[in-house]
């Protein structure tokens, strides 16, 4: 698996310019930096068509995060995080059962503004960048269980969209969620474009955030 010098520069020098830095400046009440991690609960969105639950993949994030204060009350906060994402579709005949996921994994780099309501709630806002690691399907059922990596170029390997969210806030620890729009088509091949047309990524996901400096 290969990924691109320039995006692995990209991706990490925001956050590394936030964390990075002397254990004093650490500490102080305007920068501070930890990890990240939860539930996605994922699916793929089509135009002119409603997501369908049904259709719904759980899967984890988790990774770094860097935050720094512009301001009292509101603050820029940049992550680096592994981010499962996909699909699954439920067969359920007269004669099997059978569930069938797309699976793929990226590496996400979201970037957003957190104003705060208060002292314990938060507003985020923003977007994000990803690169796609993997993609497989997988099947399990009556018919019995399989799974197939895909070819990465059938794909496109960049993922972009828009974020909100709410956190809050509870001493060092922060819990939210947040809903990952996507912008950009997942198929990239004829073939992939067969099977999932224009559908782009949609993601929800449910957080745990643990500072390691002062808020």
């Known amino acids: 698996m ?3 010098k320039n995006f692995i520069f990209g991706a990490g020098f925001g956050l ?3 964390l990075y830095t002397p254990q004093v400046q650490a500490q102080t009440a305007g920068t501070t930096a930890g990890f990240k991690g939860g539930l996605n609960w994922t699916n793929l969105r089509a ?6 639950d049904e259709n719904a993949r759980l899967g984890i994030h988790a990774g770094l995060f860097g935050r720094t204060a512009l301001s009292d009350g509101l ?5 680096l995080l592994y981010s499962g994402r996909g699909s699954t579709i439920e067969y359920n005949g007269l004669l099997f059962d059978q569930s ?12 957003l503004l957190a104003i705060r ?6 507003l985020h806002g923003g977007g994000y960048f990803g690169y796609l690691l993997s993609s497989n399907v997988s099947t399990s059922g009556d018919l019995g269980s399989a799974s197939e990596d895909l070819d990465r170029d059938n794909f496109n390997s960049m993922d972009y969209g828009l974020l909100g969210g709410v956190g809050v806030n509870l001493g060092p620890a922060q819990i939210g969620v947040r809903y990952n729009y996507g912008l950009a088509e997942v ?4 073939g992939a474009r067969l099977f999932l047309g ?13 500072g390691l400096g002062g808020r």
């Open 187 to 190: 198929a990239k091949s004829d």
């Open 198 to 210: 224009d559908a782009r990524n949609s993601t929800a996901q449910l957080y745990l955030a643990i």
């Open 2 to 4: 290969h990924i691109p």
């Open 16 to 18: 590394l310019a936030m």
């Open 100 to 111: 069938i996921s797309f699976n793929t994994a990226y590496l996400d780099v979201p970037l």
């Open 47 to 52: 135009s002119g068509q409603d997501i369908s």
């Open 75 to 79: 603050s820029l906060q940049a992550e």
């Open 117 to 122: 309501l208060g002292d314990v709630l938060e």
